[in-house]
């Protein structure tokens, strides 16, 4: 088993820094949870920027990986950079907008299949046979599902520990799957995702001294949906469905608000305090 311990650290030692040097950076890294933003759940000014401690404990992380985990771990690295940095400048004040981080959690998806050459090639589900009949709607499902699922992480990020926790459970949850079928890389990879965002939580559950914010969820979201999707291409026994049950909660949750949206004619990107956790 791999030791995770210095990725931990390295996280919360910026996590600390970030929390101690609070008044140097808080103008610019509170934005939406200053209590103005119609969704915020919080009073206090706190930093949003615990993106930045995650991607900073996965690179160092990524050097305790045996050679086959390291290949795929970099790819989902490269390829989470477009919807980390929109998140990053949503959440130090720049207002890139929820349907411009949706598009970049598309191109994050793009790239991933253009580094990996991996994408959902079977739903294995007869009746959704057309979502995959040819390799240009293959790509296509692909990209939307995984966009949309790196968002609706991020759409559940309202309550402190809500996302991480899940996220923690998700990613336990496709370690367990990959070591049940002798999966050591993918396995390894998800657990190192689960170690950082521990890492991160503590800060944030129960006290709420940093958030997760826009980079942090969204980079999540992505990461933990291209693990199970090379889960799936590298063992076809594994039922897609049952790595897709496993991000049941953020899925409900974004299509909840897309139909309670619709419903009452507003638009879909526009926030409300109407989310199951809410």
Not at 117 to 135: A, E, K, M
Request: aromatic content about 10%.
């Amino acid at each position: 088993m791999m030791d995770f311990y210095l990725p931990v650290v390295v996280v919360v030692l910026m996590a600390g820094l970030i929390v101690l040097t609070k008044p140097l950076h808080i103008h610019v890294t509170a934005k939406g949870h200053n209590g103005t933003a119609r969704q915020s759940s919080h009073q206090i000014p706190t930093p949003r920027i615990g993106g930045i401690c995650l991607i900073s404990g996965y690179i160092t992380g990524l050097f305790i990986l045996p050679p086959a985990a390291f290949e795929i771990a970099v790819i989902l690295g490269i390829s989470a950079i477009p919807v980390f940095l929109g998140g990053l400048g949503e959440d130090t004040g720049f207002d890139v907008s929820p349907k411009k981080r949706l598009l970049l959690s598309f191109v994050s998806a793009g790239i991933a299949i253009l580094l990996s050459g991996v994408w959902i090639s079977d739903t294995g589900i007869s009746g959704l046979w057309f979502l995959t009949f040819t390799p240009a709607a293959a790509i296509a499902f692909t990209i939307v599902l995984t966009g949309g699922i790196s968002h609706a992480v991020n759409l559940i990020d309202g309550l402190n520990g809500l996302a991480m926790g899940v996220s923690m459970m998700i990613a336990l949850g496709l370690a367990g799957l990959a070591f049940s079928v002798d999966d050591q890389a993918i396995g390894g990879i998800a657990l190192l995702v689960t170690a950082v965002i521990a890492g991160l939580l503590v800060f944030n559950y129960p006290w709420g001294k940093i958030f997760l914010g826009d980079a942090g969820a969204y980079s999540i979201g992505h990461v933990l949906t291209w693990i199970g999707i090379f889960l799936i291409a590298r063992n076809p026994d594994i039922a897609p469905f049952a790595v897709l049950l496993m991000f049941f909660w953020p899925i409900m949750d974004m299509l909840f608000a897309i139909a309670r949206r619709v419903l009452a004619g507003r638009p879909v990107d526009r926030p409300d305090r109407l989310h199951f956790h809410q």
